[in-house]
C-alpha cells in the first residue's frame, strides 16, 4: 500500500532538488559566459539570465504556495533571494502564510513596504495580521500605512488582541442572518453573495444588536420548509468564543467537539468573527515546533536553518552554559565516591544505565503533566492523584527492570551485592525522576515559567546527579 505521506515528502523533496538545480546551473552559466572571450558578451550574458529565470519562474509557478515555502525554507539565503524574486506576485501573499516566522520576517524585511503592501493586499485582514505581526514596530507601521483605511481598520482590530488570543487569530469574514427572517429570504442572502467564506458549514444568528442567537446548519437552510422561520431551524446552544479567550482553550474544544468553525464574540457577545479549524490546525502545528525547539533551548528563530551565526550563538549559549553547570554538579558527585569507583571498576560501567533510564522515566511524567496543563486538565486534586500514579508505576517499573539489571549485573560480574545495589538504585531513582517530572513543570507553569524548556534542564540535572549520588552511595555502604 502507498503511503500518501510519503509519496508527498517525495515530491517536496524532487521539487527542493530541481530549484535547486536549476540555481547552481545557473550560477554555472553566469561563470561561463564571464570568462568567455567575446565582443558580444553582455548580450549573451543577459541571455542566458533571462532564459534561467523563465525556467525557474515557470517551475516554480507550477507548486503550491506550501511547496515554494518549504523550497525557499530549505535554501541558504542567497539562492532564497533569488528564487524568492521569481515568485510569482499574486502568489507570495500566499507564501509568506506557509513560510516559518523566521523566513518570512527574512523575506519581508529585505522588501520595501511598498511592495510588502502590495504583496499583502489580496489577502484576507486576519492573514494581513498575521503575516505583519512578525515584523518590527517600525516596518508593520509602514506596511500598515500603506494599506487601504478599510484594512487598515480590520487589520488594526486584529491586532489589538494579544497573542495567543482567540481574537488575534480570529477570521473577520462570516455570514450572520436574524432570527426572524425567512429560510427563502437567507437563500436570496446567499446567492448574492455568490461564495461563502471558507469552513462555513453553519450560518451565524444574530438579533437587532448583533448579539449572538444561535446557528443554523447549512443542512436545515437547504433542506427545510423556506417559508420558515431561521428561528424555527436554528440550534440555540453554540460553542462560541470570547476574543480575549487563549487559542489553548479553542484547540480544546475544537478537539473535543469536532467543530470546524465556531462564533467570536465581545464581551457583551456581540458577533466580532469566527474561529476557523484552519486556524486551529496552525496553533497546534505551531506549538508543536515551538515546544520541540524549546525543549533543546532553541527559539523560533532557529527555524531558519541558515540564520546568521552571531545570534545563533547568543541564543544558544546561555543554555549550553546551564548544561554545563548541571553536568559540573554531576562530575563533583563521581569526583566525591573516585576511592570506591577505583576499588571497584564495575561502578563506573553501570553508572550511565541508572542515569538514562531515570532521565527516560522522568521525561514521560514530564510529558504528560506539560499535556494536561496546555488542555487545563491539571487543578491541585488532579495533580496529586498523577503524581501518586506516577510514583507507583515508577516504583512497579523500577521493581522490575531493576530485577533484570541485577541479574544481567550478577551474571556479568558474579558479585550478589553490586546486583542488588544497582537493583535498588534504579528502582530509587526511577521514584525520584518520576517526583521530578511530575512537580517541576506543575511548580514552573505555577511561576509562570516555561514548563518545555525549564523541566528538561531540571530533569537532566537531577536524574543525573541523583542517580549517581544514588547507586555510588549504596556501593558505599554496602560494597566497600
Known amino acids: 500500500m502507498n503511503n500518501p505521506h510519503s509519496h508527498h515528502y517525495r515530491h517536496l523533496e524532487q521539487a527542493r532538488a530541481q530549484v535547486i538545480e536549476l540555481l547552481s546551473r545557473q550560477a554555472v552559466e553566469r561563470a561561463l559566459v564571464a570568462r568567455a572571450e567575446n565582443r558580444n558578451r553582455d548580450v549573451v550574458a543577459q541571455l542566458v539570465a533571462r532564459q534561467q529565470q523563465t525556467a525557474l519562474a515557470q517551475r516554480l509557478a507550477g507548486f503550491h504556495p506550501a511547496d515554494i515555502a518549504f523550497v525557499l525554507e530549505s535554501l541558504a539565503p542567497a539562492a532564497r533571494d533569488l528564487a524568492w524574486a521569481l515568485v510569482a506576485p499574486q502568489q507570495r501573499g500566499a507564501v509568506l502564510l506557509e513560510a516559518s516566522t523566521a523566513v518570512r520576517r527574512a523575506l519581508?524585511?529585505?522588501?520595501?513596504?511598498?511592495?510588502?503592501?502590495?504583496?499583502?493586499?489580496?489577502?484576507?485582514?486576519?492573514?494581513?495580521?498575521?503575516?505583519?505581526?512578525?515584523?518590527?514596530?517600525a516596518a508593520r507601521q509602514a506596511v500598515l500605512a500603506r494599506l487601504d483605511e478599510p484594512e487598515q481598520v480590520e487589520v488594526r482590530s486584529v491586532l489589538s488582541f494579544p497573542p495567543g488570543s482567540v481574537g488575534a487569530a480570529m477570521d473577520l469574514d462570516f455570514i450572520a442572518v436574524r432570527e426572524d427572517a425567512a429560510l427563502e429570504a437567507v437563500h436570496r442572502l446567499l446567492r448574492r453573495s455568490k461564495s461563502l467564506p471558507p469552513h462555513t458549514n453553519e450560518l451565524l444568528v444574530v438579533d437587532r444588536a448583533n448579539r449572538l442567537r444561535g446557528y443554523l446548519r447549512l443542512q436545515r437552510l437547504l433542506f427545510g420548509d423556506p417559508e420558515a422561520r431561521v428561528a424555527d431551524e436554528m440550534s440555540r446552544d453554540p460553542i462560541f468564543?470570547?476574543?480575549?479567550?487563549?487559542?489553548?482553550?479553542?484547540?480544546?474544544?475544537?478537539?473535543?467537539?469536532d467543530l470546524v468553525s465556531a462564533p467570536v464574540v465581545n464581551l457583551q457577545e456581540q458577533v466580532v468573527g469566527r474561529i476557523t479549524v484552519d486556524a486551529v490546525v496552525d496553533e497546534i502545528?505551531?506549538?508543536?515546533?515551538?515546544?520541540?525547539?524549546?525543549?533543546?533551548?532553541?527559539?523560533?528563530?532557529?527555524?531558519?536553518?541558515?540564520?546568521?551565526?552571531?545570534?545563533?550563538?547568543?541564543?544558544r549559549w546561555p543554555w549550553l552554559a546551564i548544561n554545563l553547570c548541571t553536568a559540573f554538579v554531576a562530575s563533583r558527585v563521581i569526583d566525591a565516591f573516585a576511592p570506591i569507583i577505583a576499588a571497584l571498576v564495575a561502578l563506573a560501567?553501570?553508572?550511565?544505565?541508572?542515569?538514562?533510564?531515570?532521565?527516560?522515566?522522568?521525561?514521560?511524567?514530564?510529558?504528560?503533566?506539560?499535556?494536561?496543563?496546555?488542555?487545563?486538565?491539571?487543578?491541585?486534586?488532579?495533580?496529586?492523584?498523577?503524581?501518586?500514579?506516577?510514583?507507583?508505576?515508577?516504583a512497579l517499573n523500577g521493581a522490575l527492570w531493576g530485577l533484570v539489571l541485577g541479574l544481567a549485573?550478577?551474571?556479568l560480574y558474579r558479585n550478589l551485592d553490586l546486583a542488588l545495589v544497582i537493583a535498588a538504585a534504579l528502582t530509587l531513582n526511577m521514584l525520584v525522576a518520576a517526583l521530578i517530572g511530575v512537580c517541576a513543570p506543575a511548580v514552573l507553569?505555577?511561576?509562570?515559567?516555561?514548563?518545555?524548556?525549564?523541566s528538561s534542564i531540571v530533569l537532566t540535572a537531577t536524574t543525573d546527579s541523583m542517580g549517581f549520588l544514588i547507586f555510588l552511595g549504596l556501593a558505599a555502604m554496602f560494597l566497600v
Open 241 to 257: 468564543f470570547y476574543t480575549d479567550d487563549s487559542m489553548r482553550e479553542a484547540v480544546s474544544a475544537f478537539e473535543k467537539y
Open 108 to 137: 519581508v524585511l529585505a522588501m520595501p513596504s511598498e511592495a510588502v503592501a502590495d504583496v499583502l493586499r489580496p489577502l484576507a485582514s486576519d492573514d494581513i495580521a498575521d503575516l505583519v505581526s512578525s515584523l518590527p514596530d
Open 349 to 394: 560501567a553501570l553508572m550511565p544505565i541508572v542515569a538514562s533510564i531515570g532521565g527516560n522515566c522522568g521525561n514521560q511524567s514530564a510529558a504528560l503533566v506539560m499535556r494536561g496543563l496546555a488542555l487545563n486538565q491539571l487543578g491541585a486534586a488532579q495533580l496529586r492523584r498523577l503524581l501518586m500514579r506516577e510514583l507507583s508505576i515508577a
Open 409 to 411: 549485573t550478577l551474571l
Open 285 to 315: 502545528n505551531a506549538r508543536a515546533q515551538t515546544e520541540s525547539l524549546r525543549q533543546v533551548g532553541l527559539s523560533e528563530a532557529d527555524e531558519d536553518l541558515f540564520a546568521p551565526l552571531r545570534g545563533a550563538v547568543q541564543r
Open 445 to 454: 507553569h505555577r511561576f509562570g515559567r516555561d514548563p518545555v524548556l525549564g
